[in-house]
């Protein structure tokens, strides 16, 4: 394992040949110091991440990337650097694809035991409510954007596939496009960009009322779960590009694929019943001679 390195705080996003990077301050270092990493190698450190992005309006927020960049405001970099000398980050940087295993809300350094699935990249579940290309993620690929939620809140001990139903049931009951006609909960007007991980049914936020949240959020919840408006239950914001497919090509593309595996395992699971009751009769038979 190379040297472990400690990010102070972002810089920059910039996006080069459609891949997002984020220009790195790395703790107890200079400007010269700093280094772009891919969107991918930061998806565990969300309060660095949500420092930087909540620096801009919601509007730069949520607006679809384009080639260039976003620097964090100059009035901010004196304080952060500031924050930074006072408060060390909580997570550890160790260069390469993957970003390492965060801590345990236990012992401080140990691994948490993950429920879902070792395989996929560990998001910091505090960074959900940033549409997934700001992590570097397509979002035409509905089958890891599912296995990275999930991991992602189960790794804080919440059943991602329970939200998962939720989110079905309301879809079912409100309609597939439920999210884009109505409004945000809380203003009743803006446009919903992210949903909560809460028993609330149909709810949504719109960006403006999401940062609002998650700004009032960051004292009395600095862990990272936030306080659901309607039901008082504590919870993560999520974007609706997380859970709700925008590329209607790749969702359906998705569902095919889907319907094939199961049919696949319900053909494999039947041709394995069939064997073991001929080889049952087989036996039956083979008993039956050997008593006469």
């Known amino acids: 394992m190379g040297d472990v390195y400690e990010v102070a705080f972002i810089r920059e996003a910039s996006v080069k040949d459609g891949q997002l990077h984020y220009c790195v301050h790395w703790a107890g270092c200079t400007a010269e110091d700093e280094m772009d990493e891919p969107a991918t ?6 309060e660095s991440l949500n420092v930087f992005w909540l620096s801009f309006s919601p509007e730069e927020i949520f607006k679809a990337l384009k080639e260039g960049s976003v620097s964090l405001k100059p009035e901010l970099t004196s304080t952060v650097k500031a924050d930074a000398r006072k408060h060390k980050a909580t997570q550890n940087y160790n260069p390469g694809p993957l970003p390492p295993l965060r801590p345990s809300s236990g012992t401080e350094g140990e691994p948490i035991e993950l429920q879902y699935s070792n395989s996929i990249l560990i998001v910091d579940p505090k960074l959900l409510w940033l ?8 979002v035409n690929n509905p089958k890891l954007l599912f296995d990275i939620v999930v991991n992602a809140l189960e790794s804080e001990g919440i059943r991602g596939h329970e939200f998962y139903q939720h ?9 597939q496009k ?8 809380i203003c009743m007007s803006g446009d919903i960009e992210t949903v909560l991980t809460c028993p609330t049914r149909a709810v949504g936020y719109c960006g403006p009322c999401t940062v609002q949240l ?6 009395s919840f600095p862990s990272g779960p936030l ?3 309607c039901c008082r239950q504590k919870g993560y914001l999520i974007s609706k590009e997380w859970v709700f497919a925008q590329n ?5 593309e998705y569902k ?15 041709k394995e019943v069939k064997l073991a009751r001929r080889q049952q009769e087989d036996g039956d038979i083979e008993e039956g001679e050997i008593l006469e």
Request: include cysteine; aromatic fraction near 6%.
């Open 41 to 46: 190698s930061c998806m565990a450190h969300g």
């Open 227 to 229: 306080t659901c408006p």
């Open 167 to 175: 989110l079905k049931k309301d879809r079912k009951e409100f309609g």
């Open 214 to 219: 998650l700004k009032a959020s960051r004292q």
């Open 256 to 270: 095919k694929q889907y319907k094939t595996q199961k049919n696949r395992k319900q053909k494999g699971r039947a």
């Open 131 to 138: 549409p997934p290309d700001r992590l570097g993620q397509p």
């Open 248 to 252: 209607e090509e790749a969702r359906h």
């Open 178 to 185: 439920w999210f884009e006609k109505q409004c945000c909960v």
